[in-house]
């Protein structure tokens, strides 16, 4: 794989940024403390926060005379993908050793612009990176076999059910089966009444609104080729079939009515006051519900149902770090030591037994078999448990390793679903719309 060349200047300003922000600078630097920036600084003591900072101390305690760790707080894009904002955060002068990112999408792209600095060699001695499951590490795994990301946590989308919806239309919630999409038209039919809409389309879903269901009918939108390129899929005969559904339940009354709403507060909004009976639900949302009077009792999940293709694929999505391609590796490895030491079976374990000490129910899931990531997890459903551990067993994460090319597919869709033109000609103009506006840049900068 080739990647993309950074201009001489950029070059000079890299290498001072490593001598001002990462305390390298030579071979002199070897011999003294190995000083990394971490955007990780705890602000409060209260709860989990409290668990993290006594971490954090005893890091310093324990390798404090070889390790100097200076945690500054996270960025403004801390917790979010905005490829443009880490770019920026990576490159600046005191850059950080490295940044969180929840989406292996987002990870690809900056390994791909060169920003991330590639950790095969160093995990293959790391023994709390061994512990993690091998479908997570290959999700972190380039299509040139390179690991990119030290993963942290797992999420899983699945689909949700209010049971007062399902028993309003006959169908007993603990026997629920909605396997295939014939299932979910039906369900959703038979739950659309004056109370609620039977489901739930939204572009602001998490990452991009159709991609799950993409997944689930085992179509793949933007394919990553060897050398890193990215090509475009949107006239796939799985590609089409998945909008024709998705504009079968919108002629039909069948979804909400806006499918390319954008305001995430609107979409919660009509999840708590119930007036979708089906929706995407990730199993780290359920404090949003909770917070507003709603029981995890209340709601059934399923995966995703399958596709006309048969070729469903259970789909997780993996948070974690991607290292700044910037260090020197004296200061990756004691990066790479921070964090292993921040999310090792051990820390992980006993953090899960702080949670059910302090009495915080928090669903985190760890991305190691070795750990019980339902400890403590009393308020949840077993039925929760069971289908978020059988999808995790099972799951890849997905493989869209674009971004660009969402901005342009999520512009046209709507305008696609909620017409009555054809939806290959639609999806074609999409198609071209993206190439032109992203990715056939994306594409030659990756050959320069």
Not at 84 to 112: C, E, H, I
Not at 131 to 136: A, C, D, E, M, S
Not at 377 to 401: C, F, G, H, M, R
Request: glycine share 6%.
């Amino acid at each position: 794989m080739k990647k993309q060349k950074i201009s001489s200047l950029l070059v000079v300003v890299m290498a001072a940024a490593l001598l001002v922000g990462c305390g390298g600078g030579g071979e002199e630097a070897t011999e003294e403390k190995v000083r990394i920036v971490v955007p990780d600084r705890v602000l409060t003591e209260l709860g989990k926060d409290a668990f993290i900072k006594e971490k954090q101390e005893q890091f310093d305690e324990l390798y404090g005379d070889e390790i100097e760790v200076e945690h500054i707080l996270p960025y403004a894009s801390a917790d979010t993908n905005n490829v443009q904002n880490l770019t920026a955060v990576l490159m600046g002068n005191d850059a950080p050793a490295y940044v969180s990112v929840s989406s292996t999408v987002y990870m690809k792209d900056l390994y791909n612009m060169g920003l991330v600095a590639d950790i095969t060699s160093l995990v293959q001695d790391n023994e709390e990176f061994k512990k993690i499951r091998q479908n997570v590490v290959d999700s972190c795994t380039y299509s040139d076999g390179k690991i990119f990301a030290y993963p942290t946590s797992i999420e899983v989308p699945l689909l949700g059910f209010y049971n007062e919806a399902l028993e309003g239309a006959g169908y007993d919630p603990g026997n629920f089966k909605c396997e295939t999409w014939n299932d979910y038209y039906e369900a959703a039919k038979k739950m659309t009444t004056d109370d609620y809409t039977g489901s739930s389309l939204y572009l602001s879903e998490f990452f991009l609104w159709p991609q799950n269901w993409f997944l689930s009918n085992g179509a793949q939108v933007a394919i990553q080729n060897e050398d890193g390129t990215i090509s475009l899929n949107y006239t796939d005969e799985r590609v089409i079939e998945t909008v024709e559904f998705m504009r079968k339940l919108y002629q039909e009354g069948l979804t909400n009515e806006n499918v390319g709403s954008a305001d995430t507060n609107a979409m919660f909004s009509l999840m708590y006051q119930k007036k979708i009976a089906s929706f995407t639900m990730y199993p780290t949302w359920i404090d949003r519900f909770v917070d507003q009077g709603i029981n995890p009792d209340e709601i059934t999940l399923t995966q995703f149902p399958t596709g006309p293709s048969g070729e469903s694929e259970p789909v997780m999505y993996v948070a974690g770090y991607v290292f700044n391609a910037k260090l020197t590796e004296a200061e990756l490895k004691a990066a790479l030591k921070y964090v292993s030491f921040m999310y090792s079976e051990e820390t992980q374990n006993e953090q899960y037994q702080y949670f059910v000490n302090n009495g915080i129910s928090d669903l985190v899931i760890s991305c190691m078999d070795s750990v019980d990531w339902t400890a403590g997890l009393t308020d949840y459903p077993q039925q929760w448990i069971d289908i978020i551990q059988e999808t995790i067993d099972v799951a890849s994460d997905n493989k869209l390793n674009a971004t660009g090319y969402s901005t342009y597919i999520a512009a046209k869709l709507p305008e696609i679903v909620e017409g009555t033109g054809d939806i290959t000609e639609g999806m074609l103009e999409a198609e071209e719309l993206t190439k032109k506006e992203w990715l056939d840049d994306y594409n030659a900068n990756l050959n320069q």
